[in-house]
């Protein structure tokens, strides 16, 4: 399915590179990390460290402060609505600060560092992180099922059939991303010539992807929500929804370090309430949600990362109606469903992308969604 020369370099890149192998939402380029210290969060005490004793966990009143990263997109949607509302504090958890990240590579190799615990995340790159750079996290929880599009110039591209017409060009994340993985899908499922069309795909971020797809420099991308929705809403056509390309597809979930599980499980308890709670709320106020994202979504002044993803970013505009239209392609909720999971990892696996095979038992710890 994949040219042997790409998975060759692929793997070499995997090896190379384990923590930033792949993500959903796009191309990595080299930056600092970002931080947003949020003084509505913060806490008064710092907390003291967990107890070495067999047995015995700190108390659950004892205040933490989290590290979080989150997507620079409408998947993180739960995340946003949560720390607007301040319900993280409301349940004595100090964000003090959290990470935004265009780009997926780049939330990826922000799980390798110390001072990040917290992620909401898009499924692929979790397996990577794990997979590839054993990174200890576990996924506690989801927070919405889809989320991708795929958009084109209608006088150029009328069916997906006709991305093997060789006069077309068209954009996409990098090897191994969501997205990637997903265009895979189509051509396998349509049973378009594969290697063809994976070897003249030009690899962009998603906000880039927009730009180009607006000037005509290529004519169909596949982007993550809401690149896909704000695309569209420049004239383009929305040819498939990942509902279209993957039934039941597993987007985004909350991920955490093993030893916040370990140590803290009274915490990782109260981060998937907070997420289940914000996806209820988001179903049930479609219009204030989207206000809150499209606030969060606006790339000016503030810090997101990476710099020249967040340029590009900037120069698209981003109105509630916009989100509320990109987060009706989404559906929200924290259940997880374990054969998904494991379909994704064996499709990674089949495509060349996993350094070693990971069970979804490996990955997954739903304990808290049960309490």
Not at 251 to 279: C, N, W, Y
Request: glycine letters at 6%; aromatic letters at 4%; hydrophobic letters at 45%.
């Amino acid at each position: 399915m994949v040219q042997s020369g790409l998975r060759a370099a692929v793997c070499m890149v995997m090896i190379l590179g384990a923590c930033v192998t792949a993500l959903g939402c796009g191309t990595s380029e080299p930056s600092a990390p970002s931080t947003q210290t949020t003084t509505a969060q913060s806490a008064t005490t710092e907390p003291a460290p967990p107890s070495t004793e067999a047995g015995v966990t700190p108390s659950s009143s004892e205040p933490i402060n989290l590290g979080m990263a989150l997507e620079f997109t409408d998947h993180a949607a739960s995340a946003m609505v949560a720390l607007e509302k301040g319900w993280f504090a409301e349940e004595g958890l100090d964000i003090a600060a959290y990470e935004s990240y265009v780009t997926g590579v780049d939330l990826a190799a922000a799980l390798a560092r110390g001072d990040i615990q917290v992620a909401y995340m898009c499924l692929v790159p979790a397996i990577s992180v794990r997979a590839n750079g054993g990174v200890p996290i576990k996924v506690v929880a989801g927070t919405h099922l889809y989320g991708y599009g795929l958009v084109a110039n209608p006088a150029k591209v009328a069916t997906p059939a006709d991305l093997a017409k060789p006069d077309v060009k068209i954009a996409c994340t990098q090897p191994g991303a969501s997205a990637d993985i997903l265009l895979q899908r189509i051509c396998t499922d349509g049973g378009l010539p594969t290697a063809d069309i994976m070897g003249k795909v030009q690899r962009m971020n998603p906000p880039s992807q927009v730009l180009a797809l607006q000037a005509g420099a290529v004519d169909a991308c596949l982007v993550p929500e809401h690149w896909a929705t704000l695309a569209e809403s420049l004239g383009f056509t929305m040819l498939l929804t990942a509902q279209d390309m993957w039934d039941q597809l597993q987007g985004s979930v909350l991920v955490v370090k093993e030893d916040l599980i370990r140590d803290r499980p009274d915490v990782v308890e109260k981060l998937v309430e907070v997420t289940q709670r914000a996806d209820e709320w988001m179903n049930a106020n479609p219009d204030e949600a989207a206000a809150i994202i499209a606030s969060r979504l606006t790339a000016t002044g503030q810090s997101v990362f990476p710099e020249k993803a967040a340029e590009a970013a900037a120069k698209l505009d981003i109105t509630p109606e916009l989100i509320k239209r990109s987060m009706a392609r989404l559906t929200y909720a924290t259940s997880v469903d374990p054969a998904q999971v494991q379909a994704t990892i064996d499709y990674m696996d089949q495509l060349g992308y996993l350094k070693q095979k990971i069970t979804a038992d490996t990955l997954l710890d739903l304990t808290f969604l049960s309490h």
